[in-house]
């Protein structure tokens, strides 16, 4: 879905575009860049792959490329 917002399902809740704030990958916590950057265990083969161990938010944030890849990866990017 392309409405020009933040494709993360704590974001879409808010403005009432998904019905749950849950991560679409492991349902255990609200899906936001922290969730999905340093925590989401159900990504973490490839948040390493794409970014290795990022111990905060503008850790993860400062390697762009890393960054694009990984939400392609995801299919977040669609």
């Known amino acids: 879905m392309i409405t020009g917002h933040c494709q993360l399902n ?11 704030p849950l991560c679409r990958v492991c349902m255990e916590a609200d899906e936001t860049p922290t969730h999905v950057l340093l ?5 973490a ?6 970014l290795g161990s990022p111990a905060s938010l503008p850790e993860a944030l400062g390697d762009l490329g890393g960054l694009l890849s990984l939400w392609s990866e995801l299919g977040w990017l669609e």
């Open 10 to 20: 704590k974001h879409l809740f808010i403005l009432s575009i998904t019905d749950s």
């Open 39 to 43: 925590r989401c265990r159900g990504v």
């Open 45 to 50: 083969e490839q948040r390493a792959a794409y």
